[in-house]
């Protein structure tokens, strides 16, 4: 018999500075009386790119499948997934109408992955509107995007064509 899954509170947001420009991410992650912090930054993203990437890295960081309670401001996340969007973008081979390529498809794969990994729940809160953790995480992901060296988001720079991952 397996026990029940950890149940994980996780907050996240991204923030870009110009739209693309210099971005960043950040996330809470609270599991009982247990807090971690994570943040990073890219030289020239998106902020569409900076809410999924937060969102991942904070999944990414579980060590094993958990119930998790994903908070975002971020609409695009919260609809992509809870509405379906994703996994009907993921089953036409990351393609829209017209054939067009999906914006963002292999952070959408990376995250519907993870979904599927553990039993994720997102749940919008209004962003800068005093929720506690969501300003923590936008001073994060703000602080993160005016950092010195940031890293290359290749996935923007660099787009992998689709169907690819």
């Known amino acids: 018999m397996t026990s029940a899954r950890k149940r994980v509170k996780v907050f996240t947001d991204g923030a870009c500075s ?4 210099p971005g960043g991410f950040g996330a809470i ?12 930054g890219f030289r020239r993203t998106t902020n569409n790119r900076m809410e999924l990437t937060a969102a991942i890295r904070a999944l990414e960081s579980l060590r094993e499948p958990c119930h998790v309670t994903l908070f975002s401001d971020s609409e695009y996340v919260v609809k992509g997934i809870s ?16 054939g067009r390529t999906v914006p963002n498809w292999e952070l959408w794969k990376q995250l519907l992955d993870l979904c599927d990994r553990h039993d994720v729940e997102l749940r919008w809160v ?12 936008d001073a994060l992901a703000v602080a993160a995007a005016a950092g ?3 890293a290359v ?7 992998p064509p689709a169907g690819s991952g």
Do not use: F, I, M, V
């Open 18 to 21: 110009g739209n693309p420009g």
């Open 29 to 40: 992650l609270q599991y009982g009386e247990h807090r971690r912090e994570l943040s990073g």
């Open 83 to 98: 509405r379906g969007w994703a996994r009907r973008w993921r089953a036409k081979a990351w393609r829209r109408s017209g």
């Open 126 to 137: 209004e962003g800068h509107a005093g929720h506690l953790e969501n300003e923590r995480c």
């Open 148 to 150: 010195l060296e940031l």
């Open 153 to 159: 988001d290749l996935g923007y720079e660099q787009p």
